[in-house]
Each structure stands twice: as structure tokens, then as C-alpha cells.
């Protein structure tokens, strides 16, 4: 039984073969209805668990709509609904789910209660984001990046704004897949220093910086994420917006980047914050690629925890 928790956690011949699978997912729906059932069901019979404790758009949909695609069936369930909210311990809920289902997503606040789910399942479980890290989301990134330009390995990523959960499993990406990454962002703001550490100790050239500019120049790819992120505390809002405003992804910032850079953001997006509406809608921007491909890269790594 395999669990997916981090990028960093995963094998890079799995995460590879993963990514790989995910390419030959997508091509091979080949333009058929979005409901229509792969040929091969591999998760025919199969019962998935997918448990939201923050809100979700992408993750909800693109999990439920690749489950079933497969074969298989899911329930959504909210944390404030079910009885972990309201005082039953991670571990228990882990193994009476175990007794129901084959498979679990969960997206929730601290890493500890991910970790502590996936020791005490009996069956697969997947990190569908904590306020630490988001690897689903950087596993479709790598998927998008690839069908665009090719191989990540070897180019240049930079990172403008916070130093949040999505930029530490782009971290985790930059050690396992073999490229650059820059920080660009306010020093309060600063991703923790283990994730620049373990992918510099993977080979990977990690930089930090405060200017932008500098950050951004010969880039290959430009990303960027929301400046006030899901638990964070409202009343930073304010002093956040300030530090990262010289971050904003714009036009100008952009025209500092390759010519054939591409731009990403997970989404949601504060438009015309953390980026202008002339780089979301512009033409580097591969934002809805990404969000489709958070279904043909979990469907991977769905497959990879099932090993089916
Ligand atoms: N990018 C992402 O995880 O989006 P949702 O919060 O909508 O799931
Ligand atoms: N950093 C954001 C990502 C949302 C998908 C958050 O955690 O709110």
C-alpha cells in the first residue's frame, strides 16, 4: 500500500512513471465526455473518501470527476460534517474509514493530522493540500510544463510572492525532477529553510532573492500564488498585501523572463494582486491547462496508490 503525502516522499522513478502515466491518460480520452469511463476501469468497485476541510473547487471536482472516470465511486466529506470535527481523534476516523473504503483524499490544516491519517489507514492516503504543502497540484504543474515545453529537468522555475505550501512542493519538484528554482519574495515571508536545504542537497541550484527583476530574468517558467493563503490569519491581509505587492506578476515583470516562458498559478486567483489580468489572460499563461491537468495527474497518482 502506497500513500502519496509529499513529492519529496515519493521515489523519482515513481513520480516519473506517474507523470508519464498522466500524459498517456490525457491523450487517450482523447476528446470523449467528460462522464465517459476509461476503457480499462482500473478503479472498477472501488470506494474513495474525499474529505475537504478548507474549501476546494479544483481538488473537489477534479478528484470526483477522475475516480468515477476510472471506475470507481466517491463521497465528499466536509470536516465540519463529520464526527472529526467535533472531537473523535484522527486515528480513529482512519481506521473506521479503512473499514469502508479503498482509498483516501484528504485536503486539511495541519500536516500532523495528514500524517497521522495515513498511519493509521489501512488503505492508501492522499495529500490533497495542509497549510505545509500541496503536492497534487505541483505533480499536474510538471505534467503541464512537460506537454508545453518538455523535459523540466535542467530549466529554470521562478517563484514571485509567498513563501507558501504551493512553493514548498515545487521545493520538493526542484530536488526530485532536476531543476532550478529562485524565490522571489519579501524576507518575512520566506519559505522554511529545510525545503531550500533539501533540494539544494538533491543538486538542485535553489536561489533567494528580493528583487524581482533579477529573479525573473531568463526565466522558463513564472509562477506565482494567491499573497493570503486559506490559514492564514484574515488580520495579515493587510501587512501581506504590502510586502508582496512589488512581487506582482504584471507585463512588465514578465518581458524579463525567455521569450517562450510559460506562467502558472494554482488557483483560486485574487485577479490583478499577485497578477495582472494582462499575464493571466496573456500569452505565456498555462493556468487552465493546469487546472485540467489536476485530473489526468491524480488519476496517476490515484493508480500508483492502488498500484492497478
Ligand atoms: N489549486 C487548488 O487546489 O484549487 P482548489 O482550492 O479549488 O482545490
Ligand atoms: N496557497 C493556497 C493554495 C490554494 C490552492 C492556500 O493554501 O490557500
Known amino acids: 500500500m502506497r500513500h502519496f503525502l509529499d513529492i519529496n516522499k515519493t521515489s523519482v522513478t515513481d ?116 497549510n505545509r504543502t500541496h503536492p497534487c497540484q505541483i505533480m499536474a504543474d510538471i505534467q503541464t510544463f512537460e506537454e508545453h515545453r518538455g523535459p523540466i529537468a535542467g530549466k529554470k522555475v521562478v517563484w514571485c510572492g509567498d513563501g507558501n505550501n504551493v512553493f514548498a512542493s515545487f521545493a520538493h519538484a526542484a530536488g526530485q525532477f532536476g531543476f532550478d528554482l529562485t524565490f522571489a519574495g519579501p524576507e518575512p515571508l520566506d519559505p522554511e529553510q529545510k525545503f531550500i536545504d533539501e533540494a539544494r542537497a538533491k543538486g538542485s541550484k535553489v536561489e533567494i532573492t528580493r528583487d ?11 509562477v506565482t500564488d494567491t499573497w493570503v493563503s486559506m490559514h492564514d490569519a484574515p488580520s495579515a491581509r493587510e501587512r501581506r498585501h504590502n510586502q508582496l505587492r512589488p512581487y506582482q506578476v504584471n507585463g512588465a515583470l514578465m518581458a524579463h523572463a525567455k521569450p517562450d516562458a510559460l506562467f502558472m498559478h494554482c488557483l483560486p486567483a485574487h485577479r490583478n494582486e499577485e497578477a495582472t489580468n494582462e499575464v493571466m489572460d496573456g500569452p505565456h499563461s498555462v493556468i487552465f491547462d493546469e487546472a485540467e491537468n489536476r485530473l489526468h495527474a491524480q488519476k496517476a497518482v490515484m493508480r500508483w496508490c492502488l498500484g492497478v
Open 15 to 130: 513520480l516519473r512513471a506517474m507523470i508519464d502515466d498522466a500524459h498517456a491518460m490525457k491523450a487517450a480520452r482523447n476528446g470523449r465526455p467528460r462522464g465517459a469511463v476509461d476503457d480499462d476501469q482500473p478503479l472498477k468497485d472501488m470506494m474513495v473518501a474525499l474529505i475537504f476541510e478548507k474549501p476546494s473547487t479544483r481538488t473537489r471536482v477534479s478528484f470526483d470527476v477522475g475516480v468515477r472516470q476510472m471506475g470507481g465511486q466517491t463521497m465528499v466529506l466536509s470536516g465540519s460534517e463529520m464526527q472529526l470535527g467535533h472531537g473523535e481523534t484522527v486515528a480513529d476516523t482512519a481506521r473506521v474509514l479503512s473499514r469502508y473504503v479503498d482509498m483516501i483524499m484528504i485536503r486539511t490544516f495541519e500536516e500532523a493530522t495528514l500524517l497521522e491519517m495515513a498511519e493509521h489507514a489501512d488503505v492508501p492516503v492522499i495529500n490533497g493540500l495542509t
Open 212 to 222: 524581482p527583476v533579477e529573479a525573473v530574468t531568463g526565466a522558463d517558467l513564472v
